[in-house]
């Protein structure tokens, strides 16, 4: 079986960003640029002569494909055995935990997460390490730097492989394992969860609606809502795969999973309803007639994880991104916990959690996880809110408002600028830079603004420096205004505005976020020239 050295020369633009690297299908699809990138991968991640790689991904267009090229060129380079997902299909947190069960070297997620899918939309790919988190900041400037001097990649000759049934094949001495992509997944959800409770909890006329948005979760739902829970048929809607995500926005946003939404502020709306996006790390759950800002559902998950036989000997911890509301801290320090603030990015949780000090972490752009994977998880949380709602028999909007009485309530909320040319977003932000010097002591707002910084971290277990990862004016009181550019987008670029004000007086907590936060969203456009310079009026997606 022949091995060819296939001679090439770089593509510009191949850095990975804080989940891989995205672009077009069509930039994909070009002839060697996957290519050229996987062998930039190989070449960065140190000796897997012999080892375990596992790939997968969300099923969207060009996955299947993609993973043809990369089984070739992972034989080529010198893996023994790839574990791949049915069909191609491996959730992200289902593919962190193959990883970390089967002690594999790494894996290739191919996925761009909450992005549109189709032959003119979007495809990503992304190396986990053999913890199953994300690759640090130094393995993936490793990686960038190889893609800027590549000039040849290895791969085999050979037909494509069927995948669509479990089995073995060889391939230039190395094994290829076509596993189940849902049974590993479910079977640690069971050990974490008590599952007799939820299903005693579906069938005592609590109902709920799941959404798949036509993405990965569709196979995890259907397996363990409607089987392992014996939650009724139909519960799970959209749960079919699509190579385009069914023509929709796979995000589980209030904006995006709008079909979602209109069920649950809907006449006779169910108790609970959940959404997951395209590889399915990210949540949004709703009550009837409610939302949980998953700032707050973090912090909720941390207050009641003595409910969950998973964590009911406690928590090490809590971890949660810098844009992520201060919620979780004021849980944390009832409960004796340590607190993280990081960037955005799942890998700086995964040190923490290699380390021992924390297990539960979130962000604010709808992803909750533990230590239980290093991955965020969609899945994951809508069980957890499951089984704590079956713990305290009490609606989603009782235990969120309960929690706002005995922590306070910071209102907060995401307002996104979505494909804004790339220079006005870069202005934005250094309008706000470049006031930092007068901006302390004024009053804005009604607040009085205590300082002003470019977020920078500095990780506590390996030492490694994080900065300008968000503009923030940080006011006396504790509320904040915090300007970021999204990382996660295909075309031009994203101006993401975080807005949050706490509110201890219980009187006080019934506003909705957009009207209690008035006052501090005109501050925002007034410091930043944000609508002058993007040209928009309003958000594109308000959160």
């Given amino acids: 079986m022949k091995i060819h050295t296939i001679a090439t020369e770089p593509f510009e633009g191949q850095r990975p960003g804080t989940s891989g690297l995205r672009k077009k299908v069509k930039v994909f699809q070009q002839p060697h640029y996957l290519e050229n990138f996987v062998q930039s991968v190989f070449d960065s991640i140190g000796d897997f002569q012999g080892e375990t790689l596992v790939v997968g991904g969300d099923g969207r267009f060009y996955n299947l494909q993609a993973i043809q090229i990369i089984l070739k060129m992972a034989a080529a380079n010198g893996f023994s055995r790839v574990l791949v997902g049915q069909n191609g299909i491996l959730s992200t947190p289902a593919a962190s935990n193959i990883i970390r069960k089967y002690n594999a070297y790494g894996g290739l997620i191919l996925s ?48 494509d492989f069927d995948l669509s049934q479990l089995g073995n094949y060889e391939l230039a001495g190395m094994q290829i394992e076509v596993i189940d992509a849902v049974a590993d997944y479910a079977e640690l959800m069971q050990s974490l969860f008590d599952f007799d409770a939820i299903k005693a909890l579906l069938a005592d006329d609590f109902s709920i609606s799941f959404d798949a948005m036509h993405a990965v979760t569709g196979p995890y739902a259907m397996t363990i809502i409607e089987g392992m829970l014996e939650a009724p048929a139909g519960t799970v809607i959209n749960g079919v795969p699509k190579e385009d995500f069914g023509g929709g926005h796979p995000d589980p946003n209030l904006t995006y999973a709008h079909e979602l939404v209109d069920i649950l502020y809907g006449e006779d709306a169910p108790d609970f309803g959940a959404a997951s996006d395209g590889d399915g790390d990210r949540n949004m759950v709703l009550g009837n007639h409610f939302f949980v800002t998953p700032s707050d559902s973090l912090a909720i998950l941390a207050a009641n994880a003595h409910l969950v036989p998973g964590y009911k000997g406690g928590i090490a911890g809590v971890a949660r991104s810098m844009p992520t509301s201060g919620a979780a801290d004021r849980v944390a320090q009832a409960l004796g916990l340590a607190c993280y603030e990081t960037p955005t990015g799942w890998k700086f949780f995964g040190n923490l959690m290699d380390a021992g000090r924390v297990t539960l972490c979130g962000e604010e752009s709808f992803g909750t996880g533990s230590d239980h994977v290093r991955e965020k998880d969609g899945l994951w949380a809508v069980l957890f809110w499951l089984n704590v709602l079956a713990a305290r028999q009490e609606s989603v909007e009782a235990i969120v408002v309960d929690h706002w009485q005995k922590f306070g309530r910071n209102y907060y909320s995401r307002h996104d600028y979505e494909g804004v040319d790339s220079a006005a977003a870069e202005q934005v932000l250094q309008n706000v830079r470049d006031k930092f010097s007068t901006l302390p002591g004024q009053t804005l707002a009604g607040r009085v603004v205590g300082n002003c910084d470019d977020f920078a971290y500095t990780d506590p277990v390996d030492g490694s420096i994080s900065e300008n990862q968000g503009v923030r004016v940080l006011f006396k009181d504790g509320s904040r205004l915090i300007f970021r550019l999204s990382g996660t987008g295909t075309s031009g670029a994203t101006v993401r505005l975080y807005l949050e004000s706490y509110e201890a007086d219980a009187e006080k907590q019934g506003l909705d976020a957009q009207d209690a936060l008035a006052d501090m969203i005109v501050a925002a456009d007034e410091i930043s020239g944000l609508k002058a310079l993007t040209g928009r009026e309003k958000p594109t997606v308000i959160t």
């Fill in 112 to 159: 761009a997460s909450h992005n549109p899918a189709g032959p003119d939309e979007d495809f990503g790919i992304k190396y986990n390490m053999g913890n199953g988190g994300p690759a640090p900041e130094g393995v993936t400037e490793a990686m960038f730097e190889q893609t800027e001097k590549i000039e040849w990649y290895q791969i085999v000759e050979h037909d």
